[in-house]
T-cell receptor, first 112, second 109 residues
Framework: DTEVTQTPKHLVMGMTNKKSLKCEQH?????MYWYKQKAKKPPELMFV???????INESVPSRFSPECPNSSLLNLHLHALQPEDSALYLC???????????FGSGTRLTVV | EDQVTQSPEALRLQEGESSSLNCSYT??????LFWYRQDPGKGPEFLFT???AGEEKEKERLKATLTKKESFLHITAPKPEDSATYLC??????????FGTGTRLLVSP
């Protein structure tokens, strides 16, 4: 299995809602990532988990809360988002060295 | 500061017209240079990883090469289905990919 699976593919949420994005990989990768991508821009790193521990937080607002329940799963909990948070959210995984860096197909998030 | 620059920003080709995309980089330490293809609204699709100067990799109509300062993605006899944004990214060893801004390729029939 060489895939990173993200759900849902599309999400529309109000500014007072709480929702979660999910990511799963079965490649044995021990590093997992959340990226945010705005239209016509490259992906921007948000969080890095290495061996299920948060190793990098790129100064992301607290309304985004990551969680890594085990080595195959990564969640991103969303609460009180703003319309400017609307974007494509990408999950990725790799070996801890960065080898095999693979992206999922993304969740298109719209905040209304 | 680590930096990755891609050129051109956009490229329009006729079907069968070969060309090259450029990715130049200035990084403290190279632990791999990645090429991805991205279709609108989709996640980046892995194409190649290159690790050392002189390395080359091929896949169908695509060939990636690496020098100490830049990488090229050569597209031979492109087809309309090759239209996409091509992203270059560098792994500097801190688990963070540094991306270029991409080249938007349009291949017309």
């Amino acid at each position: 299995d060489t895939e990173v699976t993200q759900t849902p593919k599309h999400l529309v949420m109000g500014m007072t809602n709480k929702k979660s994005l999910k990511c799963e990989q079965h490649m044995g990768h021990r590093a997992m990532y959340w990226y945010k991508q705005k239209a016509k821009k490259p992906p921007e790193l948000m969080f890095v988990y290495s061996y299920e521990k948060l190793s990098i937080n790129e100064s992301v607002p607290s309304r985004f809360s990551p969680e890594c329940p085990n080595s195959s799963l990564l969640n991103l909990h969303l609460h009180a988002l703003q319309p400017e948070d609307s974007a494509l959210y990408l999950c990725a995984s790799s070996q801890p060295t960065g080898d095999g860096y693979t992206f999922g197909s993304g969740t298109r998030l719209t905040v209304v | 500061e680590d930096q990755v620059t891609q050129s051109p920003e956009a490229l329009r080709l006729q079907e069968g017209e070969s060309s090259s995309l450029n990715c130049s980089y200035t990084v403290s330490g190279l632990r791999g240079l990645f090429w991805y293809r991205q279709d609108p609204g989709k996640g980046p699709e892995f194409l190649f990883t290159l690790y050392s100067a002189g390395e080359e990799k091929e896949k169908e109509r695509l060939k990636a090469t690496l020098t100490k300062k830049e990488s090229f993605l050569h597209i031979t006899a492109p087809k309309p289905e090759d239209s996409a944004t091509y992203l270059c990214a560098v792994n500097t060893g801190f688990q963070k990919l540094v991306f270029g801004t991409g080249t938007r390729l349009l291949v017309s029939p």
